[in-house]
């Protein structure tokens, strides 16, 4: 989605090609340019004591009705790795520690047009009860045998789940 108005004065935007030969809006008024970044998405491979890992049931589009890790948009305020813990403690019920960074992804949004970045921590979990949050179905614990692959909502979630299962074999 383009921005239509300055955010600095008001003044309706125009489109131009930079110097760095983008187009990009920016303000006529006051110079101001609009730089489109890609969100960022953090999330984390929850695993308990026994090596099950949490999955939610998604309740929003996209992915609604299909599994996925519990991940979020950042927060302006906020840290990746306190954006992964938060989003999984609002989508699980689960508090988490983060133990390392399992990968970052990038993705494209074909509805929206738009680019990503995912970023998912490997953590374990230390507290709180397991619950579905307000955006999710369902929150459930699962075997590495028994993560349901073919219904995850997102490839940057298959794959990164594949990873998992792979080095857990290699164990």
């Excluded at 006051?30 to 049931?57: F, K, M, S, T």
């Excluded at 494209?108 to 979990?125: I, M, T, W």
């Excluded at 579905?132 to 699962?142: E, H, L, M, R």
Aim: overall charge negative; proline content about 6%.
């Amino acid at each position: 989605m383009q921005p239509k108005f300055c955010a600095r004065c008001g003044h309706a935007l125009e489109t131009r090609v930079l110097e760095d030969h983008r187009e990009r809006p920016v303000c006529p008024a006051c110079g101001y340019i609009v730089y489109l970044n890609p969100p960022i998405a953090a999330g984390v491979i929850a695993e308990r004591a026994d090596g099950q890992i949490v999955l939610v049931l998604r309740g929003e589009n996209p992915g609604r009705g299909q599994w996925g890790l519990p991940t979020g948009f950042m927060e302006i305020d906020e840290t990746v790795e306190a954006a992964a813990r938060r989003e999984c403690l609002e989508e699980t019920g689960l508090s988490v520690e983060l133990r390392e960074l399992w990968g970052v992804w990038s993705y494209y949004h074909d509805p929206k047009e738009s680019s990503g970045v995912l970023v998912l921590y490997a953590a374990r979990v230390v507290g709180g009860e397991l619950r579905p949050g307000s955006d999710t179905v369902q929150a459930k614990f699962f075997a590495l045998d028994e993560i349901p692959m073919e219904e995850l909502a997102f490839s940057t979630h298959r794959d990164a789940l594949s990873r998992w299962k792979a080095r857990a074999q290699r164990k």
